[in-house]
């Protein structure tokens, strides 16, 4: 892990600075290191630890930006989720007016249906043909489904680059970047739900990814259970079903 003392534009990397630090909680000091993970300009995770004397916050520093790296694949991953999470939630605010607007014959607010229209592809508007400010739900449908498939999609791959959390564990002290000086949210917490999330989506991915594997890319049946260690009785209930 590159360990510099201000940012830069691209790259992954860790801001160190030792001296005096503040924690928000109670405004209490006392010397330790900060570090902050970033990616390019975007932060991605802070860390503080009390640590006295100069040399040892240095190296202990150095210390945890080696131990978080096997994250940070995951986390410009799970950085992105968020950013389409928040995406997602004004899509689907924006969804609710409009189905409203539908229902009740009035056309969607001019604010509202510019910000709608601003989320939508060109593929999406060419699906959903919005002519006029009177039905817009399903153009608000495309865009909402598409952020959900993206969000998916990410959590799976930061899943899938993510380390045995056993083996390479996230120190506590970790956390989200936070807003107005506040604490953030715990960084380990937030990555196990995120990646319990991806867990899901993969393992209810698993039967109809069985059954094509099966049924149209004529893999055998013993080969599916020789890769998944998913039982024979379970492979045969799924190909009847």
Same mark, same amino acid.
């Given at each position: 892990?590159?360990?510099?003392?201000?940012?830069?534009?691209?790259?992954?990397?860790?801001?160190?600075?030792?001296?005096?630090?503040?924690?928000?909680?109670?405004?209490?000091?006392?010397?330790?290191?900060?570090?902050?993970?970033?990616?390019?300009?975007?932060?991605? !995770?802070?860390?503080?630890?009390? +640590? &006295?004397?100069?040399? /040892?916050? =240095?190296?202990? $520093?150095? %210390?945890?930006?080696?131990?978080?790296?096997?994250?940070?694949?995951?986390?410009?991953?799970?950085?992105?989720?968020?950013?389409?999470?928040?995406?997602?939630?004004?899509?689907?605010?924006?969804?609710?007016?409009?189905?409203?607007?539908?229902?009740?014959?009035?056309?969607?607010?001019?604010?509202?249906?510019?910000?709608?229209?601003?989320?939508?592809?060109?593929?999406?508007?060419?699906?959903?043909?919005?002519?006029?400010?009177?039905?817009?739900?399903?153009?608000?449908?495309?865009?909402?489904?598409?952020?959900?498939?993206?969000?998916?999609?990410?959590?799976?791959?930061?899943?899938?680059? !993510?380390?045995?959390?056993?083996? +390479? &564990?996230?120190?506590? /002290?970790? =956390?989200?970047? $936070?807003? %107005?000086?506040?604490?953030?949210?715990?960084?380990?917490?937030?990555?196990?739900?995120?990646?319990?999330?991806?867990?899901?989506?993969?393992?209810?991915?698993?039967?109809?990814?069985?059954?094509?594997?099966?049924?149209?890319?004529?893999?055998?049946?013993?080969?599916?259970?020789?890769?998944?260690?998913?039982?024979?009785?379970?492979?045969?209930?799924?190909?009847?079903?």
């Amino acid at each position: 892990m590159d360990i510099t003392t201000g940012s830069r534009d691209k790259g992954v990397y860790a801001i160190r600075t030792v001296g005096m630090q503040t924690w928000a909680e109670d405004s209490s000091q006392a010397h330790g290191v900060r570090l902050e993970l970033m990616d390019g300009l975007q932060p991605l !995770a802070v860390c503080k630890l009390e +640590v &006295p004397g100069t040399l /040892a916050a =240095e190296e202990r $520093g150095a %210390a945890e930006a080696e131990a978080i790296e096997p994250w940070t694949r995951t986390l410009r991953y799970l950085t992105v989720v968020r950013r389409l999470r928040g995406h997602l939630d004004s899509a689907h605010r924006l969804l609710e007016e409009a189905e409203d607007a539908d229902e009740y014959g009035r056309p969607v607010d001019e604010v509202d249906a510019a910000a709608l229209r601003a989320m939508a592809t060109s593929e999406e508007h060419g699906q959903a043909d919005p002519g006029d400010d009177y039905d817009l739900a399903p153009l608000a449908r495309l865009v909402v489904a598409r952020l959900e498939r993206q969000i998916d999609e990410g959590l799976r791959k930061a899943l899938a680059f !993510a380390p045995n959390p056993t083996q +390479v &564990p996230i120190h506590p /002290a970790w =956390e989200l970047p $936070g807003l %107005a000086g506040m604490p953030g949210k715990s960084l380990a917490q937030e990555v196990a739900r995120d990646l319990l999330a991806g867990w899901a989506s993969m393992r209810d991915f698993r039967d109809p990814l069985i059954t094509w594997a099966v049924k149209d890319a004529e893999v055998t049946r013993t080969e599916v259970q020789q890769t998944t260690s998913v039982s024979r009785s379970t492979i045969n209930r799924l190909l009847s079903a």
